[in-house]
RNA sequence: CGGGAUGUAGCGUAGCCCGGUUAUCGCGCCUGGUUUGGGACCAGGAGGUCGCAAGUUCGAAUCUUGCCAUCCCGACCA
């Protein structure tokens, strides 16, 4: 009741800003364009970056940090990424404030404290990174360098959203030196696996593994490949990249190594990154009018528990049972909550959890002790069971498991139901309008024809697919011969 | 940065056109009590630079000007 959220059907947008801030993933902040991750936001954040840290490790990386600052110089030194984010790049020009003399109480920038050489606020790490490589390497044996770092970046954007894009945001970013031009490319692919393994498994949420048009490419790779999702309007979310660098950074900080028959090279170089922005298409692509639905392996809170009593007796009887529970749960590494707070009411918590997107409450009153049972609600389904308390834990487990599993296979059907091959221009253009999603077409391999699309109907080419089926078709647009489909949605 | 909308208590709002006692109502909050199987009820209470600044006026939430912020739509982007 007192925390109303718009409906998808109403506005999308709103209904996705109602979720964010009433279920208090996040709040605005003094800061345009910055927010603040709330405790239950950041709690999500964490258990998504304690499975991708893993996997890291798994693949054999190490974390390390870098500095937030970049000297101009630096940031200049790989041409095309230096124009690539030239426009939405911070500056310091000063280091020190001193008292307006003006104007009692307040602060002015001292103009005697201006930097000789400006630092640039990273908006990726690339530049200082491999200025520092370049030190670390001679010969052969000093590669691969396989590192990652957890940090924040700053992209100033001109128009932001919580969460999928704000001017200061949370991420990771791997970047890799290689021996060989095969080696960097099989990491660049292994990370683009390691991405696509994590969403489908852990966020459920299923992606379209690609790799990008030159316009669409980061700014100084050689080749972006990247994870695709769909969100539940219909829009196409970028959710993760992985850029195969070649030399260009190498060559732009000087970086060679020798090789065993003392021949000099320049080093190979990937780099890879997902950000809190996956929180936001974590949302998107599951939630509904009620609130938040989130993956068992990724919320916050897995389990709630709700008793239902009438006086000091039946809620001890209650606890007794529950501690039980609890124990239980927790032995097999759930995360559960009992919420014995007798501020609230049931009902009230009822709501509470499902805004919250808590996969499972479990609900237990005199009633049910009576009867050696207990009320099951998921929230993916809204549907309620009853469950024996013999072996409540071990059914509790299943279903969590379930629900992983369920909502993935809805996000995977929805996904696959919209993506719809167009064969000419007037069924491309109806398609994007009328079903939007992912809409695979002939495309003519120009750039031209691409930004003319882009123009014409606000839609980009999202990926060309890995393993893409080749086959000979005519471009939508010019009409020109083509050699496979490729997709193309509008896109956050 | 262009177009549109909005700004009154923590949240949602009435009042503004047509200036005039103590700024309305609901939710939330505090105290006490009764309650507890889908967002409880009763009684009492606290909480306001009416976005900011100037101006007009005897008097401004209300009129004028300027500024700021936020949201939505576009261009830019993870």
Known sequence: ????????????????????????LADYSAVRGCMVIKPYGFALWENMQRQLDQMFKDTGHQNAYFPLFVPKSLFEAEEKNAEGFAKECAIVTHYRLKSDPDNKGKLIVDPEAKLEEELVVRPTSEAIIWNTYKGWIQSYRDLPILINQWANVVRWEMRTRLFLR??????????????????????????LNVYADFAEQYMALPVMKGVKTENERFAGAVDTYCIEAMMQDGKALQAGTSHFLGQNFAKAFDVKFA?????????WATSWGVSTRLIGGLVMAHSDDDGLILPPKLAPIQVVIVPIYKGEEQKSQIDEKVHELVKELKAAGISVKYDDNDNSRPGWKFAEYELKGVPVRIAIGARDLANNVVEVARRDTKEKMSYSIDGLGKAVIQLLDDIQV???????????????????WEEFVQLLDEKTGFIAAHWD????????????TKATIRCIPLDNQQEAGSCILSGKPSSQRVLFARAY
């Open 259 to 267: 090789d065993k028959e003392n021949k000099l090279d320049y080093v």
């Open 166 to 191: 704000t001017t200061e945001f949370l991420w990771q970013e791997g970047h890799t030196a290689h021996a060989t031009r095969d080696e960097a490319e099989k990491e660049t692919v292994q990370m």
């Open 406 to 424: 369920s909502i993935f296979n809805k996000a995977k059907t929805f996904r696959d139901d919209h993506i719809t091959n167009a064969n000419n």
């Open 445 to 456: 391999g120009t750039g031209e024809t691409e930004e003319k699309i882009k123009e014409l």
């Open 1 to 24: 009741m007192s925390k109303e959220i718009t409906s998808r059907e109403q506005d999308y947008s709103q209904w996705y800003n109602d979720l964010v801030i009433k279920a208090g």
